[in-house]
């Protein structure tokens, strides 16, 4: 890539990461081009959907994310790691203003751009899951999808004003229900 096309996608990149989290995951595309003092071609020459901006901002995060179950899979306890991971994802999906809807939609669309990077997130969380069910510390009639929906529900929770209050009590209480032998972490 020309160092000028480099320059241009790195400051799309950059401003869209600002906008994206002042104005949530549906912000204009136009402005975004706009405030990085590119033309929408451009924008669209290196990124050709809005799911492609995403993936691209998100991929880092996502990856980051499956590295810490990976790192929480050799924690002595494994209720424990599930719980922390739950929270870390919860706490990042919701602070991805309006990307909940696209990652639950993005994990069901094999086209989509952020379908890898969504499988690899969920697929991180089953292998905490099935570590936790294995010792018998957590539900065996939970699967991986399920646990990706309630970690989306949580962050959605957050993301509304009405019910943001009570959403640190409801996590509590849904961990508690994965887990066994806990009445309330």
């Not at 924008?43 to 809005?50: A, E, Q």
């Not at 010792?135 to 929770?157: P, Q, T, Y």
């Amino acid at each position: 890539m020309r160092a000028d096309a480099q320059k241009n996608r790195d400051r799309l990149l950059a401003v869209a990461g600002e906008v994206f989290a002042e104005q949530g995951a549906d912000a204009s595309l136009r402005d975004i081009a706009r405030k990085a003092g590119v033309g929408l071609g451009t924008l669209y020459r290196h990124f050709p959907t809005r799911e492609a901006l995403l993936e691209t901002l998100l991929r880092a995060s996502f990856e980051a994310l499956a590295a810490r179950a990976g790192e929480l899979e050799t924690s002595d306890s494994a209720d424990e790691a599930l719980v922390v991971w739950m929270h870390e994802t919860t706490e990042f999906t919701y602070s991805q203003r309006g990307i909940i809807a696209l990652m639950m939609d993005a994990i069901e669309d094999t086209n989509s751009a952020l379908h890898a990077s969504c499988v690899m997130l969920r697929a991180a969380g089953t292998a905490l899951l099935t570590r936790a069910q294995a010792e018998g510390k957590a539900r065996d009639d939970l699967n991986g999808e399920e646990l990706f929906d309630l970690i989306a529900a949580l962050a959605w929770l957050r993301e509304q004003p009405a019910h943001a209050p009570r959403a640190g009590r409801l996590f509590d209480i849904i961990a508690s229900a994965i887990l066994t032998d806990r009445a309330e972490i």
